[in-house]
């Protein structure tokens, strides 16, 4: 080795001896930011936030097809079958009023799932208590359980707006006995999640097809749950319908819009809702922001034959 070599490759492996243990010994830090993207719509500003994920064992989950068919599709999209799924929700801003469109799960999944929903609102720029109204695309724990944590509004100055039909079935305690067995708890969880928003008249309920507020409408789409519900939201020309639970799994139900979940309550009517939202969607050619798609859940639907396929909306740093 030449000297002068020697005097360039001594220093630098002493300064790579000097600087590899302080690296490998850096803690590894494993968490993500809180999650939000924001998107204009002319005047209206809209934010995905995340409320985090859940694993659900799709192949276990998912009805009219078969695991092993559902192992064999998750895994040529490099997935195995307990899927980490994003549960999303929307904040619209109109200028005139900010409105959350569904609550995520609060603590009801436990430690490890949902329950980021708050945090998330916070990193994009707004508190849980600016929020004028939240509109929910159907009563579920994860989309309703989030509106209350121990017994406190997460949401002290919102309205919460339901369809009837979704409020008839989940705040009666009646039908605990009249849903499928393992249906039962979102009763109990409901009645605990919207007891301070009806202490304090706050629930507003409506039916499906109403504007509900100004710039605001509800396109019913009864099938998952009775009162399920599409928001549509449109500005600048540019039409956004927030679908709420019409997809689960899409790298299943794209290309299979008739494989169902067994969380639908009429499984038949959910398949025919999802059939027609992607059809209308695919023609018109508006943005589609779903609550279980990978965060944020924003984009547009592509028809190809029979089956469809997800095009996530194109990243802009601009707004
Ligand atoms: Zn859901």
Known sequence: MSTI???????????????????????????QAPGYYRMLLGAVEVTALSDGTVIIPLDQLLTHTTSAHV????ASHRLGTRVETSI???LVNTGERLVLIDAGAGTSFGAHAGGRLPDSIRAAGYRPEDIDAVLLTHIHGDHSNGLTVDGKAVFPNADVYVDEHDAALWLDPASRDRVAKGHAHTVDEALAAFAPYRRAGKLKTFRGGAEVMPGIRSVPTPGHTPGHTVY???????TMRFIGDLLHAKDVQMAEPEVTISFDEDAGAARRQRETLFADAAARGYVVAA?????????HVERSGRAYAWAPLHYSALQ
């Open 5 to 31: 070599f020697r005097n360039i490759i001594a220093p630098l492996s002493m300064a790579v001896a000097v600087m590899m243990p302080a690296t490998a010994a850096a803690p590894q830090v494993r968490t």
């Open 71 to 74: 192992a064999e599709v998750l």
């Open 88 to 90: 999303n929700a929307f």
């Open 232 to 238: 549509e939201v449109s500005g600048g020309g540019q």
């Open 291 to 299: 609550a279980h798609t990978p965060f944020p859940g924003v984009g």
